[in-house]
């Protein structure tokens, strides 16, 4: 920072990261920055399985399909959930549907794009889900080159 | 927070919270907000001491030279960031376990943000957020920025 000019919020669309989403909408407006909302599909190997159970056989072009599939579906919940922010904010609102491990493209996308703020969410601290968000979370903090806003819900 | 008016800032005089300060003053001045630098002395020491048989008035004296110290290096912290006396600032010293007293004084005086640098003295590698930026950010109620 000091004054943030590129803020990024990874999102997984949970409840959770609304809030982080509407903190950085807050001090986007009041900084006057960019606002990068990033949602990364993770491509695990059980996607294979995935396509197997819908009584196709795996095939590259069958696996290139259906991750084709999820990354338009992640586009339109990535649209919807920016949404949200509402109209008639004078914001410049870059959506991005990335494809690999969350932590390690969350940090890429951060240096590529110089982003100075990186505003993400905790689960906030009941019970074992605590550790069990926390992981991105945790990895983003201690990876980034930047500072981090940890939000709590 | 989602606008913060009250802002905490842990120092233990090092150069990493420095630049924590420097982004505290910034968001309090943006914000018009309080800032509160804290500094927590740990006790282990005066536990050391006491164990070994040393007047109690010594100990005392030792104790009082030390929140002196904390004072006086807090009042030194803030003088190297020029423009900040329009500010409202307090500056408060305890003594405890570091992150225990960060998160009382942030629930007692109605703290809505953290600013915290994720390695204090102890400061080993890049990768790495120290105990107490860590315990802090997995306890405290409120929003924690970590700098870096």
Known sequence: ?153 | MRRPAKILVPTDFSESSDKALKQGIDIARQYNAELHLFHVIPVDLVYALSDCSIPVQAIEAFEKQQVEGAFQNMKKQLAENPGCEDLKISLDIVKGVAYEEILRQAKEAGIDLIVIASLGKSGLAKYFVGSVARNVLKKARCPVLLTK
């Open chain 1, 1 to 153: 920072m000091l004054k943030p000019t590129k803020i990024l919020v990874p999102t997984d669309f949970s409840g959770y990261s609304k809030i982080a989403l509407r903190q950085a909408v807050d001090i986007a407006e009041e900084y006057g920055a960019e606002l990068h909302v990033l949602h990364v599909v993770e491509m695990r190997i059980h996607t294979m399985y995935e396509y197997e159970f819908a009584g196709k056989e795996a095939s590259p072009e069958g696996i290139k399909d259906l991750e084709t599939t999820r990354m338009r579906i992640a586009e339109g919940k990535l649209l919807e959930f920016t949404g949200q922010i509402g109209k008639g904010k004078q914001l410049k609102v870059f959506p991005k549907v990335i494809k690999g491990e969350p932590v390690t493209e969350i940090l890429k996308y951060q240096k590529d794009r110089g982003i100075d703020l990186i505003v993400i969410s905790s689960l906030g601290h009941t019970g074992l889900a605590e550790y069990f968000t926390g992981s991105v979370a945790r990895n983003v903090l201690k990876g980034a080159t930047c500072p981090v806003l940890l939000t709590k819900g």
